[in-house]
């Protein structure tokens, strides 16, 4: 049963990752993609909304503590990955400052979407960045 408390919460932010990459792929707007977002599983609207529009207002902030604070390269990182790392950033700067349970989540949802080792990369960036 605890276990299911916090599914709404991780399909909220599997959800982010899915929206942004389409955006970045798209160059649509959020809502865009947001009038055609379609998740028939129970998640967290509100957690949603607020990583989204937190993303949306502080993408630049995001980026400049990425590349100040860690060694690499951004322009050579797939897309996926790319949303994967600045949600993650995002969530734990403006909306939940609970570094172990973002670095958790979001490593879950890089080893359910992303290449088989991008979970330690992100591991890394994150332990540098925040």
Partial sequence: MINKKY?????????????LYQMKIKDDSLEDVMFSFVEKRPYDKELLSSILNKYISNTNKITELLTS????????????DLCIIHLSVCEFLFINDSKNIVINEYINIAKKYSSPKMYTFLNKVLDDAL
Avoid: G, H, N
């Fill in 7 to 19: 599914k709404p919460q991780l399909i909220a932010r599997e959800s982010a990752v899915k929206i």
């Fill in 69 to 80: 604070k860690t060694d690499v390269s951004y322009e050579t990182i797939p897309v996926l």
